[in-house]
């Protein structure tokens, strides 16, 4: 072999060698890019290709079958070359169609002297290129999945240039990394999208549900005033007859006074769940030892009823009247749901690294496993108490909720219940 071939062989190997490596580098710019940094990345990397294969202009453009048309996404151009991304918009496929023919068939369009094409029209191809100033011209097919959808090229202005077969496979290469980066683009751009439509539904349904909170409260509150002046004028009508009406009208009065301290129970119900989240500004250190005690005042408790609690209940951070009503909620729940002849409520606390779990069990009738889901939502009453306005439990869900906690139940027919509720410890 003669030295000037070895000096050839060599040359081509070392120019093998620094492609391989500028792809390695380009690549490893994508791995880790952030969405909004892809498409300068891109011209970064046509750059780094156009100046490596001395091209003066290089791009992308994609291809649209259903108009049949193809436009340029993307440009870098060198020192003294003038753009063409803004005139090469919407360029009929019908102008180009060998150009198309070749990139359906996975194949470079390679043009090596754009002056030798034939002169064929107006709309051809020379008198596409010819204004462009370009000498020469190669395009790579970009195909996903068997679907073109657009190509990268590479053109020289200021000289002819001839591509080697080694430096056509380099830009295949290329030219399927660029299209797995637009697939990765379009893909987070989808995830992206459907977060934001996501974040506009909940946005919208928390207007939704406070413009609804805030109806309801209005409402209750409006309501108060009339049962107020009802329950009055009955026990004034009540109390000034009593020597005409006999038991039986007496009776409807008393039922009337009844329906109305439900309803009135009802309407305190609603002021309090819909008001959740609108009072909770203070937050304070407190023990759920005094919570519970604060909370055991304020119920009626049988006089048959034990109830065991645990001295090491934790001290948290929040809203102590909240989470009193929390305790008096699941108690008062416990109590009214309890026929055994030796009723009994524990209350306890386990603990992780990130919660407190509190533990209310009592040995009552119990709940079947079709309704431990079903009995925190609103208005949902599986017995027919005549105290119960069918919100405790909701309530208490959405207090624990709103400060990022959970709350569940475990229950056997018969055997009990066991309600519990997680509190973050931060």
């Given at each position: 072999m003669s030295h000037s071939n070895q000096m050839d062989k060599d040359q081509i190997i070392n120019q093998q060698l620094r492609l391989q490596q500028l792809l390695i580098s380009i690549s490893t710019e994508y791995i880790n890019a952030d969405l909004h940094d892809i498409d300068g990345l891109i011209n970064n990397s046509l750059q780094k290709m156009g100046e490596f294969v001395e091209a003066d202009?290089?791009?992308?453009?994609?291809?649209?079958?259903?108009?049949?048309?193809?436009?340029?996404?993307?440009?870098?151009?060198?020192?003294?070359?003038?753009?063409?991304?803004?005139?090469?918009?919407?360029?009929?496929?019908?102008?180009?169609?060998?150009?198309?023919?070749?990139?359906?068939?996975?194949e470079a369009f390679y043009i090596q002297d754009v002056n030798k094409l034939p002169d064929d029209g107006e709309f051809g191809l020379k008198a596409i290129l010819e204004p462009q100033g370009i000498q020469s011209l190669i395009a790579i097919p970009m195909i996903k999945a068997g679907e073109l959808i657009g190509f990268v090229g590479f053109d020289s202005v200021k000289k002819l240039f001839n591509y080697s077969e080694n430096e056509k496979n380099?830009?295949?290469?290329?030219?399927?990394?660029?299209?797995?980066?637009?697939?990765?683009?379009?893909?987070?751009?989808?995830?992206?999208?459907?977060?934001?439509?996501?974040?506009?539904?909940?946005?919208?349904?928390?207007?939704?549900?406070k413009e609804l909170s805030d109806y309801a409260h209005a409402v209750s509150h409006d309501l108060k005033a009339p049962l107020r002046n009802i329950n009055a004028l009955i026990n004034w009508i009540k109390e000034d007859n009593l020597d005409k009406f006999d038991d039986q009208t007496l009776g409807s009065f008393d039922l009337m006074l009844q329906n109305l301290e439900k309803m009135d129970h009802l309407i305190i119900a609603i002021l309090d769940y819909s008001s959740i989240d609108k009072r909770d500004t203070v937050s304070t250190n407190f023990n759920l030892n005094d919570v519970v005690n604060d909370c055991l005042k304020k119920i009626e408790i049988p006089t048959n009823f034990k109830i065991i609690v645990s001295d090491a209940l934790p001290n948290v951070h929040g809203n102590k009247q909240r989470m009193t009503q929390v305790f008096q909620?699941?108690?008062?729940?416990?109590?009214?749901?309890?026929?055994?002849?030796?009723?009994?409520?524990?209350?306890?606390?386990?603990?992780?690294?990130?919660?407190?779990?509190?533990?209310?069990?009592?040995?009552?009738?119990?709940?079947?496993?079709?309704?431990?889901?079903?009995?925190?939502?609103?208005?949902?009453?599986?017995?027919?108490?005549?105290?119960?306005?069918?919100?405790?439990?909701?309530?208490?869900?959405?207090?624990?909720?709103?400060?990022?906690?959970?709350i569940w139940v475990e229950s056997e027919v018969n055997s009990g219940s066991t309600f519990y509720f997680t509190i973050p410890k931060n």
């Open positions: 202009r290089s791009y992308i453009f994609s291809y649209n079958l259903i108009d049949n048309t193809s436009s340029n996404t993307h440009e870098w151009c060198a020192s003294g070359i003038e753009p063409e991304i803004q005139n090469l918009q919407n360029i009929p496929t019908e102008y180009i169609p060998q150009w198309l023919e070749a990139h359906r068939k996975n380099i830009l295949f290469v290329f030219a399927n990394m660029l299209v797995n980066v637009r697939q990765r683009k379009e893909h987070e751009e989808r995830i992206k999208e459907q977060e934001d439509k996501k974040e506009i539904l909940l946005q919208n349904l928390e207007k939704q549900n909620n699941l108690v008062q729940n416990a109590i009214d749901y309890n026929e055994s002849d030796s009723p009994l409520i524990e209350i306890d606390c386990t603990e992780n690294e990130e919660f407190y779990t509190i533990k209310i069990k009592d040995n009552g009738i119990g709940i079947k496993k079709e309704y431990t889901d079903k009995i925190f939502d609103s208005f949902m009453k599986l017995h027919n108490n005549f105290n119960s306005a069918g919100l405790g439990l909701s309530i208490a869900k959405r207090i624990i909720e709103s400060k990022g906690g959970k």
